[in-house]
């Protein structure tokens, strides 16, 4: 959990990520790994507490931002003043619109909601991903399903307030369906090792028959 709070910090620090909405994507995806992890449920009304709170974040360190000499501020500290002058409402309309025609993509959407739509079920529905295997990783990677959770709410918050739009989520999605189906191919592998009795050989098991 630590590293992904520093990987927050570093997200949003003036002249390092300097990224409005990485950080606000950041904090509801290390929350809700963190109450998984922990047993805790997580709900909307909890998901939307700990949105604000990354943006409350965001908003600190852009106000420090400001308070550099105008040489020195990136666009965090810039959108401050912006919005210290009335003069925001513009950008956000950009911003805003960039974000909505990647959600209109006909080659990127699709791709991304059919990735997205796999990882759901895998995780609200593991049984029914594949004979057993994917529940198995989850019972014996109790991490994996909490990060998968975890991930999946930062890709959807971070797609909705960056301009990038999609292309957050696409990420998160290319990165946590690989690691699904990696589950899904060596489990098996490993649980038969586990269940093999030493020197429970096929040779053996076959001179025991005959």
């Known amino acids: 959990m630590a590293s992904g709070v520093v990987a927050m910090l570093l997200a949003g620090w003036p002249g390092v990520g300097s990224d409005f909405g990485g950080v606000i994507a950041f ?4 929350a809700v790994t963190a109450l998984l992890v922990a047993g805790r449920k997580v709900s909307l009304l909890k998901l939307a507490g700990f949105c604000v709170l990354g943006g409350v974040a965001v908003s600190v360190i852009a106000v420090l931002d400001h308070l550099r000499p105008p040489a020195a501020q990136t666009h965090l500290g810039r959108f401050v003043g912006m919005v210290l002058d009335g003069t925001f409402l513009p950008m956000i309309a950009r911003k805003l619109g960039a974000m909505l025609n990647t ?5 990127l959407m699709p791709i991304v909601m059919a990735g997205l739509i796999f990882l759901i079920f895998a995780v609200l529905r593991p049984g ?18 909490a990060g998968l959770l975890g991930a ?6 971070g797609m909705l307030v960056n301009d990038s ?21 060596r489990l098996p592998e490993l649980a038969g090792q586990e269940e093999e009795p030493p020197g429970d050989t096929v040779g053996e098991r076959v001179a025991t028959k005959i």
């Open 27 to 30: 904090v509801p995806g290390i």
């Open 103 to 107: 959600l209109l993509s006909p080659n």
């Open 128 to 145: 029914k991903v594949s004979a057993g295997v994917v529940p198995l990783a989850f019972e014996r990677l109790p991490m994996l399903r």
């Open 152 to 157: 999946l709410a930062s890709g959807v918050v």
């Open 165 to 185: 739009g999609t292309a957050v989520l696409s990420m998160v999605v290319a990165l946590a369906v690989p690691l699904v189906l990696h589950a899904g191919v």
